[in-house]
């Protein structure tokens, strides 16, 4: 089963405005990451948060993590078409060694 | 260098054949995973290879799903007696370490059980 939730499930935005996607997990982990996923593609990392850390960023992306909250968003800022995809957060855990992912968000950037 | 390789991409069987669908990681990579990705969803966890021992294979669905990395580099799913909920895609990713902080993706292959 999943290991956690994408809030919201679809999000359509204008090119230029800013996208925020939600992920919620379940257990006790050591990382969060973010993937994209293009249509037929396999997935992409995007950017990696710690369990100790709180926020992160990598050129557009910026991730914050709240592990009382088991919760992580994943924005995007001066959105651009190229950024059309699906979003997927994982969760990891050394204990089992695996990546748990949700649902994901299919972001669409209208030009 | 070369990415994540899967083969067959597309792959369409008539229930109850047998199926096998090849990863080939990147080279060097110690940690392979095989995950399902069914339509709309994320992808879930099938089994996990450390070199060519298999240490967590909790997420294979049914018996008929088997998975091997003989050497500790190209590995083979294989499901026996396909049935129509066995349509999705079919992800591989390698990982450098054995700790798979950060996984490389194949672009999968699509399996549609008829």
């Known amino acids: 089963s999943q290991q956690g939730e994408e809030d919201p499930q679809a999000l359509s935005i204008q090119e230029g405005e800013n996208a925020t996607m939600n992920c919620s997990y379940k257990t006790s982990i050591n990382n969060l990451q973010w993937y994209r996923q293009n249509s037929g593609r396999g997935l992409v990392h995007l950017i990696l948060?710690?369990?100790?850390?709180r926020e992160k960023h990598s050129g557009r992306l910026r991730v914050t993590l709240d592990t009382s909250k088991k919760s992580s968003s994943l924005l995007i800022t001066a959105s651009r078409a190229a950024d059309t995809a699906s979003y997927f957060c994982?969760?990891?855990?050394?204990?089992?060694?695996?990546?748990?992912f949700g649902a994901g968000t299919r972001l669409t950037v209208k030009p | 260098g070369a990415g994540v390789s899967q083969s067959p991409r597309y792959k369409v069987a008539k229930r109850g054949q047998d199926v096998a669908l090849r990863c080939d990681p990147i080279s060097g990579h110690v940690s392979l995973f095989w995950y399902q990705q069914a339509l709309g969803q994320g992808p879930e966890f099938l089994t996990y290879?450390?070199?060519?021992?298999?240490?967590?294979k909790s997420g294979l669905p049914s018996d008929r799903f088997f998975a091997e990395r003989p050497e500790g580099s190209v590995s083979t799913l294989k499901i026996q007696r396909t049935q129509q909920e066995d349509s999705a895609v079919y992800l591989c990713?390698?990982?450098?370490?054995?700790?798979?902080?950060?996984?490389?993706f194949g672009p999968g292959t699509r399996l549609t059980v008829l």
């Open positions: 948060i710690r369990s100790n850390e």
């Open positions: 990713a390698s990982s450098l370490r054995e700790r798979p902080i950060t996984q490389y």
């Open positions: 290879f450390q070199n060519e021992a298999q240490l967590d």
């Open positions: 994982a969760s990891f855990s050394y204990n089992n060694n695996d990546m748990r």
